[in-house]
């Protein structure tokens, strides 16, 4: 599976948009890219996932640049809630159980 | 809507002793994955099974062992204990088709003294 890198923490303002980056350059063609999150000690919850077109649905959205080298997950407008370590995850496409690799996230804290 | 079932959430266990966590994926999901998450670790991905067979395997010790059943539950059996098993063990589920998402349960917290 493809290596992701991703900062280690990130600060937003409560109602403020969050942009989470991350960079996958060895990414392959069948490889998706997953995002996660994890609240302190929960099981870690799904968020989003994309191969090349942008994607939203109500949690946020996913935003590949043209190269798939890199993305951006964008939380519009975070709250306090959305306080948590966020995992970028390349997966291998073409079936339903692929394993997903958890790396270093990026801790997020939303602050009032 | 139903979610991953895990049990026990809570075991404590002494060194040496075994242990079998349980996970209930959710109904008509056919893949289930084993995750372990020592303290401030990431989940490191232990097993997984598709359709009752085994389709991946990570670092999961050879005192381990998993299986997936008939109705699509998995147990995950854990043998000689160590200390350094303490962790929280997570259960995901996936439904049939391609590029779909795993869902996790809340975990199995498991302590051994």
């Known amino acids: 599976d493809a290596k992701t890198t991703q900062p280690t923490s990130m600060d937003c303002a409560e109602g403020r948009a969050a942009n989470l980056p991350c960079n996958h350059s060895t990414i392959s063609g069948n490889e998706y890219v997953y995002w996660y999150r994890q609240i302190h000690s929960q099981g870690p919850q799904y968020i989003i996932h994309g191969l090349k077109n942008n994607e939203t649905n109500e949690m946020a959205s996913l935003i590949i640049t043209e190269d798939r080298k890199s993305s951006t997950l964008i939380l519009p407008h975070a709250t306090l809630r959305d306080t948590a370590v966020y995992y970028c995850i390349v997966r291998v496409g073409g079936t339903s159980y692929g394993k997903l690799t958890f790396g270093q996230g990026t801790i997020l804290t939303v602050h009032p | 809507a139903a979610g991953v079932i895990q049990s026990p959430r809570h075991l404590i266990k002494e060194k040496r002793e075994t242990a079998t966590l349980k996970c209930y994926p959710i109904?008509?999901?056919?893949?289930v994955y084993w995750y372990q998450q020592g303290p401030g670790q990431d989940p490191q991905f232990l097993i997984s099974f598709y359709e009752k067979m085994q389709s991946d395997k990570g670092s999961i010790p050879d005192r381990f062992s998993a299986q997936q059943f008939s109705d699509y539950h998995s147990e995950l059996n854990m043998s000689s204990l160590e200390l350094g098993d303490s962790a929280l063990y997570f259960c995901a589920s996936s439904y049939p088709g391609r590029n779909t998402e795993a869902f996790f349960g809340q975990g199995t917290r498991l302590t051994v003294v």
């Open positions: 109904p008509r999901h056919d893949t």
